[in-house]
């Protein structure tokens, strides 16, 4: 097992994928599994590994894709009964449903492939991004069909064009720096790999003139979007080195501006309201829900129908509920719940600001008509303490305090 979680974890990062890694931690018996058991799960939910039974492995796997598509680590706990556990800071507690009971707490943590910076060109801008890219942690490839021997200090070294389309992977940010020699046949064949970014270090005039080329070789304008020309945010570089910084500045703004983005539109998620999309009268359990499973028309989670404690009878149709809450309002005016669908897809949890998946989340809130979801039990309790507190801020204060959200 050893041997096999190391080598599937190799195989990934040199193809460049994103993947997770879970550690077994802690145990108590009864679990098959033990403190040191880990598993890699892959971006489409396929695990390799050990880190317990069919009991633990779906929650696991769920939790890891969420892990994955937040970018951040968590540790988790695994009991029968949750609501019974001391809660901990920093602890996530998750429902296990099995027979033989016991507890497993498993540390999830996603792996992301280096980014990598593919320069074109020996310019001195070149050389100075060999450098700056190195220093940064990026994994650095340089296409020098001149065979000059000047970039030793990349982490890889082709000679021919016709390599490049091949070293474009997910998370690849591309330069050409070849005083024009070959900077139109070199983009040519980038753009139709679909890079990240593409900066062309060249004047605006001569940028204009290789986009006319492009246009005309058949590279359509969404090819074109990655690409900035002339390259580097105006830092009033005039030095090869100050270019290259300029373009080093340009890239980590894009990448950190992406994921920030991201991160502040998932945030602000579940205050979303408005008109929903209208479904037709079918009961939304029968086109949502597993066979055992009905959607909270109210809130979107899963119930489980036997276990179900609210219900209520509309049209002919049952539909059930997470809580009293959700049954009163529905009860209140069915009709309205009937034809718009449930809401679906992920929230942030407006404490932690985790990702939780509507569908499966276990706790939920209802204020001023707003839905709330959380990752456990302790941060609903927190948000039911001062609701106000977690409601009003901003997504201003958000932009300009990333840091506040916990990795």
Not at 152 to 170: I, K, N
Not at 225 to 231: V, Y
Not at 280 to 309: F, R, Y
């Amino acid at each position: 097992m050893y041997d096999e979680f190391f080598a599937k974890a190799n195989e990934l990062v040199q193809k460049g994928v994103p993947f997770v890694t879970a550690l077994v931690v802690r145990a108590e018996k009864p679990t098959s599994a033990k403190p040191g058991d880990k598993a890699i799960i892959t971006a489409d939910g396929v695990m390799v590994g050990w880190i317990g039974g069919s009991c633990a492995q779906p929650a696991v796997i769920k939790e890891a894709l969420r892990s994955l598509a937040a970018d951040e680590s968590r540790l988790i706990r695994l009991s029968t009964d949750p609501e019974a556990q001391s809660p901990r800071e920093g602890l996530i507690d998750i429902s296990m449903t099995c027979f033989s009971g016991g507890t497993l707490e498993i540390y999830i943590e996603p792996q992301y492939p280096r980014p990598r910076l593919l320069i074109v060109g020996t310019l001195p801008v070149a050389q100075a991004l060999v450098h700056l890219g190195k220093a940064m942690n990026y994994h650095v490839v340089v296409v020098d069909p001149d065979g000059s021997d000047t970039m030793s200090d990349a982490g890889e070294t082709f000679t021919s064009l016709d390599d490049l389309q091949e070293q474009v992977r997910p998370h690849t940010y591309v330069v050409v720096a070849t005083h024009g020699n070959y900077d139109e046949l070199a983009l040519e064949k980038l753009l139709k790999a679909h890079p990240t970014y593409v900066g062309l270090v060249a004047s605006p005039t001569r940028a204009e003139v290789v986009r006319q080329y492009l246009s005309l070789q058949g590279v359509s304008e969404n090819e074109m979007l990655p690409l900035k020309a002339p390259a580097g945010l105006d830092i009033q570089a005039r030095r090869g080195d100050e270019i290259a910084l300029s373009i080093m500045a340009e890239i980590v703004q894009q990448r950190r501006n992406a994921e920030l983005l991201d991160l502040a539109l998932l945030r602000e998620r579940p205050k979303e309201s408005g008109p929903r999309d209208p479904i037709s009268h079918t009961p939304p359990a029968e086109i949502q829900a597993p066979e055992n499973m009905a959607v909270d028309p109210i809130c979107g989670m899963q119930v489980e129908i036997v276990k179900a404690k609210y219900s209520h009878e509309y049209a002919g149709h049952s539909y059930y509920f997470c809580c009293p809450g959700c049954q009163t309002k529905f009860a209140k005016d069915p009709q309205q719940y009937v034809e718009y669908e449930a809401p679906s897809g992920q929230a942030i949890d407006p404490i932690c600001h985790m990702r939780v998946d509507i569908a499966t989340a276990q706790h939920m809130a209802d204020y001023k008509s707003e839905l709330y979801y959380f990752c456990s039990a302790g941060c609903k309790t927190i948000f039911d303490e001062d609701p106000v507190a977690y409601v009003e801020k901003s997504l201003s204060d958000f932009t300009s305090n990333p840091s506040d959200i916990d990795s």
